[in-house]
C-alpha cells in the first residue's frame, strides 16, 4: 500500500470522489454540490492505493490558527477493518504536524467516533448533527 497526497487536477482526485460518494454519500441518499467539488480546490488530497486501486481517502483543510481539519475520510467497505483508515490519519497528522500545525479535528459521525478516540482523538462539546446524522467534534494535539 502507498499513500500518496494529489491535487484536485490529478486522475487521483476523480477516484477519490468516486469513493467518497460510494462509501459517504450514497447511504445519506446525497450528492456532491457544486459547492461541494469547489471546496476541495484548495485542499490537501490523500488517499491509500495499491497499484490504480483506491483503498481509502481522505481531506485535509486549513482552518486557520494553525489547525487543520480532517474531513471526507473514506475507506472502501471492502478494506474497512484492515488498518488502511488508521495508516491515512497517522501520515495525515504527521503530514499537518510537519507543515506546522498544532492541532487536528473533524466532525466525526457518532458511530466512527471510537475509531478517533483510538487514535487520540477527544471529543469536544456534545453530540451535533450535520447532513442528517449524529456528529461529535474531535481534536487532536498534534
Excluded at 487536477?9 to 454519500?25: A, F, Q, T
Excluded at 457544486?34 to 495499491?50: C, Q, S, V, W, Y
Aim: net charge neutral; aromatic share 10%.
Amino acid at each position: 500500500m502507498e499513500i500518496k497526497i494529489f491535487l484536485q487536477s490529478d486522475p487521483e482526485y476523480l477516484l477519490s470522489l468516486i469513493l467518497r460518494y460510494k462509501i459517504l454519500r450514497i447511504p445519506l441518499g446525497l450528492t456532491f454540490s457544486k459547492a461541494d467539488l469547489e471546496r476541495d480546490t484548495n485542499d490537501i488530497h490523500m488517499g491509500a492505493f495499491e497499484g490504480d486501486t483506491i483503498l481509502g481517502s481522505l481531506i485535509l483543510t486549513d482552518s486557520g490558527d494553525q489547525s487543520v481539519q480532517m474531513r471526507q475520510v473514506a475507506v472502501d467497505d471492502i478494506y474497512q477493518g484492515k488498518g488502511i483508515g488508521r495508516k491515512l490519519a497517522l501520515y495525515s497528522e504527521a503530514y499537518a504536524k510537519e507543515k506546522g500545525f498544532k492541532l487536528m479535528f473533524c466532525h466525526a459521525r457518532s458511530v466512527a467516533a471510537p475509531f478517533y478516540q483510538r487514535l487520540g482523538y477527544r471529543k469536544v462539546g456534545d453530540e451535533f448533527v450535520e447532513v442528517g446524522i449524529p456528529h461529535y467534534h474531535m481534536e487532536k494535539t498534534l
